[in-house]
């Protein structure tokens, strides 16, 4: 069937060059993502051939090693080892940072030294930790609480820009850290409602470059001169959101936009910010910004840059790109049927908002049915990129929209505020409305699914459990049923950045629960399908088994399925190949 043929088809992710113009990208060819070196003459080299999905990788500067990260069974403890390259074939990870209790994230590789962030000091709290490789001698330099989500060291490694979580719902506050006192510096207060992107130094240690939308509703390039404390705009665009990542020989930046779900590049003059040329990559895909594409990487001596592109017609690819505008894909795969292209409409809500939705017509004799794919996050965004479930659901001859409800991110900081806290179900009312409006692309309402995952299998729930007269069936992928439950079993570190979002539990508790699908589980009446990890960190299994014994007791069709290798979804191809063609059975069955 189309969708073994899409999940089958292999893609690649960039995540390091050296100072050789080696690459080191993601390949999941065997099934799951696995290290590959990519030689400048085109070769290819695996590094790592796990049972469980590599997680990221660094090659360390001047030498002939490689560090990995990797988890087990999806659990997201990521654990840290090396691999020395100097003999041929497949080396052998040697452990270096390993606590299969907590989590070690990679975040970068020096010259001799490492640095990663852990939350092994308390099970909640990231701390920055400096590791010297030759004698094993570790350094804590940033251990002051909260969640670290982004950490860029300076070229000359004087300083550490940390991205961190902050009060407000989908805010990150930015800290500059001086690696020889450990002195803290505020840079954004801790409760301002900032969102910020990509952070980027100049090749001198002077600056840096990020993406923010401080004092904006759209994000901006700005710059931070760390000598004279000073903020200034460099790119601004009131209708769209903007990221840049200079070149390290500080001739060129690339400049990526985003705009309703697609993310171009285009190659400017650091000098001046003038632009240059588009980078030369299709349109209608993401070539940054999306929690799958990684961000553009240079070469250290600014020759060429890796960039991961995909599309709905494109699997994730890398490219080498020059300046002179001589881009090569990387290990391109064609794709072996014919896919397309979204419609981009406007569904009007409940109190004149108008959401944004990616239209996926069949692309087979249609069914005359819908299935609404509905993302997680909350914050999170549906993007133009590869989706194989998408593309599918169109092969079978369903109608497919994709929506960007409130509270989804990319369509500016007020957009994405709609949804906080006492807000919560107004974006399950954006499903209604949404259900409303399919007569005028020619869908029948009463012929509608929703399909979710993580938030989205939250959106799922609510949607069958508040308006049950509305859908038909749902598939929820390790959706959150009760709102309570899941702060309360969620990790530890999740749980102080999840309340911020949707309320907390010793002051939110009521409307917590009277926002919960598992509160109105009585009225459900649209048969589900549940697909599970046991070793999720995020939602707990637990989430998943009392929907569906809830829904078993009143006899309303629902099935479960549970795999004791994956985490928050499905990392691995064979049980990808497992669970998704049952959902899609499901689908036809209760939407004939």
């Known amino acids: 069937m189309l969708l073994t043929t899409l999940f089958s088809v292999p893609t690649t992710l960039a995540l390091d060059i050296d100072d050789a113009g080696r690459m080191l990208v993601l390949y999941d060819g065997t099934g799951t993502r696995q290290v590959n070196a990519v030689a400048p003459d085109g070769t290819w080299r695996a590094l790592t051939d796990l049972g469980d999905t590599c997680r990221g990788a660094r090659f360390v500067l001047g030498s002939n090693l490689v560090v990995v990260e990797h988890d087990t069974g999806g659990d997201e403890r990521g654990q840290l080892s ?32 490492i640095l990663y962030t852990t939350n092994r000091r308390n099970g909640v709290d990231f701390d920055l930790v400096a590791r010297d490789l030759a004698s094993g001698t570790e350094t804590v330099l940033y251990d002051a609480g909260g969640w670290v989500m982004g950490v860029n060291p300076s070229p000359d490694d004087k300083w550490v820009v940390l991205s961190k979580a902050s009060s407000p719902a989908n805010s990150i506050q930015l800290l500059l850290v001086d690696t020889s006192s450990r002195s803290v510096t505020e840079l954004t207060p801790a409760d301002a409602h900032n969102d910020q992107g990509p952070v980027a130094w100049l090749p001198d240690s002077s600056a840096f470059l990020v993406s923010t939308d401080a004092d904006r509703d759209r994000k901006a390039v700005r710059r931070y001169d760390v000598a004279d404390a000073a903020w200034t705009d460099v790119l601004v665009d009131d209708a769209r959101d903007l990221a840049a990542w200079p070149s390290p020989d500080g001739i060129h930046q690339l400049v990526g936009v985003l705009e309703d779900g697609e993310v171009a590049l285009a190659l400017h003059r650091a000098e001046d910010g003038e632009l240059i040329a588009p980078v030369g990559l299709p349109a209608g895909g993401c070539a940054a910004l999306t929690m799958t594409t990684p961000d553009p990487i240079w070469s250290a001596d600014g020759a060429f840059a890796a960039i991961t592109y995909n599309s709905p017609v494109r699997p994730p690819t890398v490219y080498r790109y020059v300046p002179n505008g001589e881009l090569t894909a990387i290990g391109e795969v064609e794709v072996p049927v014919a896919l397309e292209h979204p419609e981009s409409l406007r569904v009007p809500s409940f109190d004149g908002e108008q959401v944004p939705v990616l239209v996926f017509r069949p692309t087979a004799p249609d069914l005359g049915s819908t299935v609404v794919h509905v993302h997680g996050g909350p914050e999170g965004a549906a993007m133009r990129i590869w989706s194989p479930i998408i593309s599918s659901l169109a092969g079978e001859g369903h109608t497919v929209v994709v929506p960007n409800v409130r509270g989804s991110a990319g369509y500016g900081k007020r957009w994405y505020s709609l949804d906080d806290r006492e807000l919560r179900l107004d974006s399950v009312r954006d499903l209604a409305a949404i259900n ?10 009463r012929r509608a699914a929703l399909w979710g995952g993580s938030y989205g299998g939250y959106m799922v729930l609510a949607g069958v459990a508040f308006q049950p007269e509305l859908w038909a069936v749902g598939v929820d992928i390790v959706g959150i049923a009760s709102l309570v439950t899941f702060l309360e079993n969620t990790s530890d570190y999740r749980r102080a950045m999840r309340e911020r979002e949707y309320g907390y539990l010793a002051t939110d508790r009521e409307f917590l629960e009277s926002a919960s ?68 059975s499901f689908l036809r069955d209760h939407l004939a």
Do not use: M
């Open 436 to 445: 409303a409006w399919l007569p005028t692309i020619d869908a029948d309402p």
């Open 82 to 113: 090396l691999l020395d390259l100097t003999d041929d074939g497949l080396p052998a990870l040697t452990p270096l940072v390993h606590d299969t209790e907590y989590i070690h994230h990679l975040v970068a590789a020096r010259a001799g030294r």
């Open 517 to 584: 699908p598992l509160s109105r589980v009585d009225d459900i009446r649209a048969p589900l399908f549940v697909i599970h990890g046991a070793n999720d960190p995020r939602v707990p299994l637990s989430e998943a088994e009392q929907i569906t014994e809830a829904l078993t007791r009143r006899g309303v069709p629902c099935e479960l399925l549970v795999y004791p290798d994956e985490g928050h979804g499905l990392a691995k191809l064979t049980n990808r190949l497992d669970a998704y063609p049952q959902a899609f």
